[in-house]
């Protein structure tokens, strides 16, 4: 079946925009994670979603960034009144439930975000 | 907390030679590990895991052995292609994954030359 897909695959934006990032999990994977790529920073994790049940958001870099899970598949990452420094690849990845045996996770291609 | 410390590179390498990259690790409990992969203009993907101490995973000829008393997971090639070239990341969850996600390391950049 399909990866995990990400939309758009590039984004580039002027500083204060708010931005959405998309996140469709592969079927019947219900734990969803996202993460940023930058050159400063390599991979970091952001959250992470099981099921429907509400999000750990403590690593969310600041109060700019909030993400939801609609019907517990696809999910979006908003980032609001962007800044440079947000500037960085989002990975988006999906797992059959976390601690079950079979939880590695797959990742999407990324979304580039380029805030100008 | 966790934390995963590799070689960064670029590790240059000629076609045939035998690879190593090192990986440390520091994490509670019991973590599982893993190596994912980032070919050029290719997204993240999962090249092998351990999920407990001594265990070996292998892939596509790459091997690496979970050692808990020295806490590595360094990744081995008798023989590597020029299409090994690639970022290779290090990585541990605990429990799998969950809240914690995953944490890797700041990845080494391999490149082979035919």
């Known amino acids: 079946g399909a990866g995990v897909s990400q939309s758009p695959s590039n984004k580039v934006t002027e500083k204060g925009k708010d931005v959405e990032l998309r996140c469709d999990p592969i079927s019947g994977h219900t734990a969803l994670y996202w993460y940023r790529q930058s050159l400063g920073q390599g991979l970091e994790f952001l959250i992470y979603?099981?099921?429907?049940?509400?999000?750990?958001k403590s690593g969310l870099p600041s109060d700019r960034f909030s993400a939801e899970r609609t019907g517990g598949s696809v999910s979006t990452l908003t980032i609001q009144r962007t800044q440079q420094e947000d500037s960085a690849v989002y990975l988006c990845?999906?797992?059959?439930?976390?601690?079950?045996?079979?939880?590695?996770?797959?990742f999407g291609p990324g979304t580039r975000l380029t805030v100008l | 907390g966790n934390s995963v410390t590799q070689m960064e590179g670029p590790v240059t390498l000629s076609e045939e030679a035998f690879l190593t990259i090192n990986c440390t690790y520091t994490?509670?409990?019991?973590?599982?590990l893993f190596w994912y992969v980032q070919y050029p203009g290719e997204g993240l993907q999962l090249l092998l895991k351990?999920?407990?101490?001594?265990d070996k995973g292998s892939n596509k000829g790459f091997e690496a052995t979970y050692r808990k008393e020295t806490t590595s997971f360094h990744l081995e090639k008798g023989s590597v292609q020029v299409s090994d070239s690639a970022v290779y990341f290090c990585a541990l969850t605990n429990s799998g994954g969950g809240a914690d996600g995953l944490t890797f390391g700041k990845g080494t950049h391999l490149i082979i030359q035919p």
């Open positions: 994490a509670t409990g019991y973590p599982s």
């Open positions: 979603f099981q099921g429907n049940s509400a999000p750990d």
């Open positions: 990845a999906s797992s059959l439930p976390s601690g079950s045996g079979q939880d590695t996770q797959y």
């Open positions: 351990a999920t407990k101490a001594d």
